[in-house]
C-alpha cells in the first residue's frame, strides 16, 4: 500500500513537473507558493524553512536553493518532487546569495553581521567570511566567477570582493540604500538599484567607475515614493526591468538608451522581479498586497494579479 | 562640574592618510533625573531608556566601512553639565578644541545657551518643546527628536483615519502638561476632532480630590466621546488609564495609543537590524530618543561623507541639507523654516507597531512628511525666516 502511495506521489509531481511553474517566497508563510504558468493560479504550497527570501536553482535546474533569514540556513529542495533535500547552514540572519558558475559555491549577505559568507555547498562549511559594510544586502557573482559583488545598504556602496583571497578590492560609492543589481550579458556593465535614490547606478565593471545614473520620474508620486529594489534583465540585454517599490509601478528601460519606455502598474510595494524562459512574462510580486502581477511583455499590461502569500518576496520561473 | 570622556571612532585608515576628522561633542545633563533606573525601568511611552552617546555610537560605528573608504573620521566627545553656566561653558571649550557640531541632550534652557554659546550646528536629540523650533529657534539649531507638536499631529491624524471624532482631553498638572495639552488640542482642531471636555487629573489618594484622581469619575458623569486624550509628562497616571475609563473607549497620548519617533518591533526598512545593532551594544531596547541620537550620529557620518575634507563651514552646509536614511523607508532632512527633522511616525501601544504617520490619504502640496508638525507658511520660527 505504502509503495503504491509514493508511486501516485511520485507520477503527480512527475506531471506537474511538465508545467512550468513560478516558485514564489513569502517572508512571513515560511512556505513557497508554486504558480501554474498556465492558469495563473496557486497550485501547490510548499513547507520550508523560517522567513524565506531569496531563491535561486542551482545549475542543471534540478535543485532549488532558497535561503531562510530565521533558519539561519537554505533549504535545498528537489524540483521534481517538491520536497527538501537537506539543509545548508548560511550563517546568521542570511538575505540574499548568488552561486559561483559551477553551483559549488554560495556567496551570501548576513544582514546582521555585516559579513560576507562564502559556502560549500556539499559540505555546508563556511569557508571564508568578509566583513562588509553593515546591512548587505544584494549579492552578485561576475560572469567569470572572480569577483563577487555586494551591496551595503548602511554604507551605500558597492564592495568588489575578490574570489580568490576574500578580500574587498573596490567600494563604490552609488545612491542611497543600494539593493539589488543585473550585469549586463556583456560583462561590462553592473546595474545597482538605490532604494531611497529612485535611480540605478550603473557601473563599469573594467574600472568600477559609476558611469551613469538613471533617474526614475512617474507622473502622480513623488521622488521620496519611488524606491527602486527589484531588477531584471532581458538574456540579450537590451531591456531592463526595475520595480518601482512604494510607486507600486515596474519601469521598463531600454539598456542601451538608459531611458524608461513604459510604467506598468502591478501591487502596492512593487519588490523583486522574474522574467520567464521565453521573456514573454514578468512576474512581480508585491510585498505590502500579498500578491504577485504577472505583465505581459509585448502589450506592457498586467495581466493577472495573483494572490501568494504574507509578504511576498522572489519570484522564480522554473521551466 | 564637567565630566569628561572621549571615544573615537578613528576610521583605522588602511595605509592612507586621513583627510579629516569631524569632530563632534555631546553635551548631556550629568546625573539626568529621567534616567534614573527606577524611571527608565517603568519604560513610560515616549520617555528616555539610557543616555544619547549609546545611540550615537552605534550610528558612528556601524558607519566603519563607509567612513574608511570616503578616507573620514568622526570622533566624538561627551561632556557632562549640570546647569545653564556648566553647559554655555562646555559649549565654548567644544569649539575652542576643535569641534564641528556639537550635540545636546539637555534642558530647553541649556540647549539654547549652547545654540547661543557657538556658531557651530547644535543638533538637539533629546528636547521635544516646541518653543525651541518656534518662538525660541535659532539658526544653528536642529532636532532630531520629533516636536511635540509632530507627536500630536501624527495622533489626531490617526484619530481623524479611524473616524474616533469626539475626545476626552485628560491633562496633568505640571506646566509641561499645560503646554503639551495646548500642542494637542491645536492639533485637534487642525485635523478636525471635536474635544468633548477639558479635564485636570491628579494623582491622590485623598477622598476629598477622588473627582481629580479617580478615571472613572474624570471619564463619566454622562460624557459621550470616542477617545481619552491623555496628557501625562510625568507617565504614572496615564499608565493605568486605560482599561479603567467609564466607557469602554480607547485611550491616546502619553498611553494606550502613542506617536513615536521609533519603537524597536517596527519590522520594516531594515529597522530590525538597526534594533539588535542597538540591543547587542548596550544590552537594553531602543527608544525612540535612542532613534533620535542614532539619526544625529547618521547626520554626522554623511556630513564627514560628503565633505571629507571639512572644513567646518562645508561641514555646517552638509547638516543643513543632506537627505538622511534612517531605516524609516524614506529620505529624511531638516526643515530649513524651523531645523526640524521631518520624519515618519510610528504609532504604538507600547507592545508593537499599530500604524505610521502620516496617515494614508493626507496630502501635502511638497512633502507629505510636512503634515506631521510646524509647516514653512506658519513661519512661527523668526530666526529662519528668510
Not at chain 1, 536553482?57 to 528537489?78: M, R, T
Request: glycine share 8%; with cysteine; net charge positive.
Amino acid at each position: 500500500m505504502k509503495s503504491l502511495v509514493a508511486f501516485f506521489i511520485s507520477c503527480s509531481a512527475g506531471v506537474a513537473l511538465a508545467q512550468p511553474a513560478v516558485w514564489v517566497s513569502s517572508e512571513k508563510d515560511n512556505t513557497l507558493a508554486i504558480v501554474d504558468a498556465a492558469t495563473l493560479a496557486v497550485q501547490a504550497t510548499v513547507t520550508t524553512c523560517k522567513r524565506p527570501r531569496h531563491m535561486q536553482l542551482l545549475p542543471g535546474g534540478k535543485q532549488l536553493l532558497v535561503a531562510c533569514g530565521e533558519s539561519h540556513a537554505a533549504d535545498l529542495i528537489d524540483v521534481a518532487t517538491r520536497k527538501s533535500v537537506k539543509r545548508v547552514p548560511l550563517g546568521d540572519d542570511p538575505e540574499a546569495f548568488d552561486l559561483s558558475p559551477d553551483g559549488k559555491t554560495l556567496y551570501v549577505s548576513n544582514e546582521d553581521e555585516g559579513a560576507v559568507s562564502f559556502v560549500d555547498v556539499a559540505s555546508g562549511k563556511v569557508l571564508r567570511q568578509v566583513p562588509v559594510g553593515k546591512e548587505p544586502e544584494g549579492v552578485k557573482v561576475s560572469a567569470d566567477g572572480k569577483l563577487v559583488y555586494v551591496t551595503s545598504e548602511v554604507a551605500n556602496m558597492v564592495h568588489v570582493v575578490d574570489v580568490a583571497t576574500a578580500k574587498v578590492l573596490h567600494n563604490i560609492k552609488v545612491g542611497k540604500r543600494p539593493r539589488r543589481m543585473a550585469i549586463t550579458p556583456d560583462g561590462a556593465e553592473l546595474w545597482v538599484t538605490n532604494e531611497l535614490d529612485a535611480s540605478v547606478s550603473i557601473i563599469a565593471t573594467k574600472d568600477h567607475s559609476v558611469i551613469h545614473t538613471i533617474k526614475f520620474a512617474l507622473p502622480g508620486a513623488r521622488e521620496q515614493d519611488i524606491t527602486p529594489v527589484g531588477i531584471v534583465m532581458t538574456k540579450d540585454g537590451k531591456r531592463a526591468f526595475v520595480g518601482m517599490g512604494r510607486a507600486n509601478h515596474v519601469a521598463f528601460v531600454d539598456v542601451a538608451q538608459r531611458k524608461v519606455t513604459q510604467m506598468v502598474l502591478a501591487g502596492k510595494r512593487v519588490w523583486n522581479v522574474a522574467l520567464d524562459k521565453a521573456e514573454a512574462r514578468l512576474y512581480v510580486v508585491n510585498g505590502l498586497s500579498d500578491d504577485m502581477t504577472v505583465v505581459d511583455l509585448a502589450t506592457a499590461k498586467a495581466l493577472k494579479t495573483v494572490p501568494v502569500g504574507r509578504v511576498p518576496y522572489q519570484a522564480l520561473v522554473i521551466e | 562640574m564637567i565630566a569628561r570622556r572621549t571615544f573615537a571612532l578613528l576610521a583605522l585608515a588602511p595605509s592612507c592618510a586621513l583627510a579629516a576628522t569631524l569632530k563632534a561633542t555631546l553635551i548631556q545633563t550629568a546625573d539626568d533625573p529621567r534616567l534614573e533606573r527606577t524611571r527608565t525601568e517603568r519604560a513610560y511611552l515616549g520617555h528616555p531608556g539610557g543616555p544619547a552617546e549609546q545611540g550615537l555610537k552605534v550610528a558612528l560605528d556601524e558607519a566603519k566601512f563607509e567612513l574608511d573608504a570616503g578616507k573620514t573620521a568622526v570622533a566624538l566627545d561627551v561632556k557632562g553639565t549640570d546647569s545653564r553656566d556648566t553647559a554655555r561653558a562646555a559649549a565654548q571649550q567644544a569649539e575652542k578644541g576643535g569641534a564641528a557640531v556639537l550635540v545636546t541632550d539637555l534642558d530647553a534652557a541649556s540647549t539654547l545657551a549652547v545654540a547661543d554659546a557657538v556658531k557651530l550646528p547644535v543638533l538637539n536629540v533629546g528636547n521635544a518643546a516646541d518653543a525651541l523650533r518656534q518662538s525660541d529657534c535659532r539658526a544653528n539649531l536642529f532636532h532630531l527628536l520629533p516636536s511635540e507638536r509632530m507627536r500630536a499631529d501624527a495622533l489626531a491624524q490617526a484619530l481623524v483615519a479611524r473616524k474616533w471624532s469626539n475626545a476626552l482631553v485628560l491633562a496633568g498638572p505640571s506646566a509641561d502638561d499645560a503646554l503639551r495639552a495646548a500642542t494637542a488640542q491645536a492639533s485637534m482642531k487642525r485635523f478636525g476632532i471635536k474635544v468633548v471636555a477639558t479635564k485636570a487629573f491628579k494623582i491622590s489618594a485623598d477622598p476629598r480630590e477622588r473627582d481629580l484622581a479617580n478615571p472613572l469619575l474624570l471619564t463619566g458623569g454622562g460624557l459621550s466621546y470616542d477617545a481619552v486624550w491623555v496628557i501625562d509628562s510625568d507617565g504614572e497616571f496615564a499608565r493605568s488609564l486605560p482599561y479603567r475609563t467609564a466607557l469602554p473607549r480607547p485611550v491616546v497620548g502619553d498611553a494606550g495609543l502613542a506617536a513615536l519617533a521609533w519603537h524597536a518591533q517596527f519590522e520594516r526598512f531594515g529597522a530590525p537590524q538597526v534594533v539588535r545593532r542597538f540591543a547587542k551594544a548596550n544590552g537594553r531596547t531602543m527608544t525612540a530618543h535612542d532613534f533620535a541620537s542614532w539619526m544625529a550620529g547618521r547626520a554626522l557620518v554623511a556630513a564627514a561623507i560628503a565633505a571629507p575634507n571639512g572644513p567646518n563651514a562645508a561641514w555646517s552646509k552638509a547638516i543643513a541639507t543632506n537627505e538622511l536614511d534612517g531605516s524609516k523607508g524614506v529620505t529624511m532632512s531638516f526643515r530649513p523654516w524651523d531645523g526640524q527633522l521631518r520624519q515618519p511616525l510610528l504609532l504604538t501601544d507600547g507592545q508593537g507597531v499599530i500604524g505610521q504617520a502620516p496617515a494614508d490619504g493626507m496630502l501635502h502640496p511638497k512633502n507629505t512628511l510636512d503634515t506631521l508638525g510646524a509647516d514653512a507658511p506658519e513661519k512661527l520660527c523668526k530666526a529662519r525666516s528668510p
